[in-house]
C-alpha cells in the first residue's frame, strides 16, 4: 500500500505561479511512475503531466512549457512547478502513482485560478 498527501494548492490570480508537493509513504520503494491529474467541474479527469522512476516526463499538450514535473525520489516526493496560470487550469489536482500491482491517488488539492 502506498498513501499519497498533496500540498500546496489555492487561489492565484491569472499569470501567477504554484507549486503543488506530493508526499507519498508506505511501500514507496515500489513505485514506478508518479504523477498528476486534474479534474474540473463537469469534466473527466485528466493526465496532466507524469515522470517515471528513470526521469522521463510527459505532459499534456495543454501545460507543455507552463508546467514542470520534478521527483525527489530520496524523500519520495514528486512536486508540480505551474507557471502562466489561466482560469482554465482551474481543478483539483490529484497525485498519482503506480506500483507492479496497483494505481494509488491522493485526496486532492483545489486550484483556482482568477481572470
Known amino acids: 500500500q502506498v498513501q499519497l498527501v498533496e500540498s500546496g494548492g489555492g487561489f492565484v490570480q491569472a499569470g501567477g505561479s504554484l507549486r503543488l508537493s506530493c508526499a507519498a509513504s508506505?511501500?514507496?520503494?515500489?513505485?514506478?511512475?508518479m504523477g498528476w491529474f486534474r479534474q474540473a467541474p463537469g469534466k473527466q479527469r485528466e493526465l496532466v503531466a507524469i515522470?517515471?522512476?528513470?526521469?522521463?516526463?510527459n505532459y499534456a499538450d495543454s501545460v507543455k512549457g507552463r508546467f514542470t514535473i520534478t521527483r525527489d525520489n530520496a524523500k519520495n516526493m514528486v512536486y508540480l512547478q505551474m507557471n502562466s496560470l489561466s482560469p482554465g487550469d482551474t481543478a483539483v489536482y490529484y497525485c498519482?502513482?503506480?506500483?507492479?500491482?496497483?494505481?494509488?491517488w491522493g485526496q486532492g488539492t483545489q486550484v483556482t485560478v482568477s481572470s
Open positions: 498519482s502513482c503506480t506500483t507492479y500491482r496497483s494505481q494509488y
Open positions: 508506505g511501500s514507496a520503494r515500489s513505485i514506478n511512475t
Open positions: 515522470t517515471n522512476s528513470a526521469g522521463g516526463t
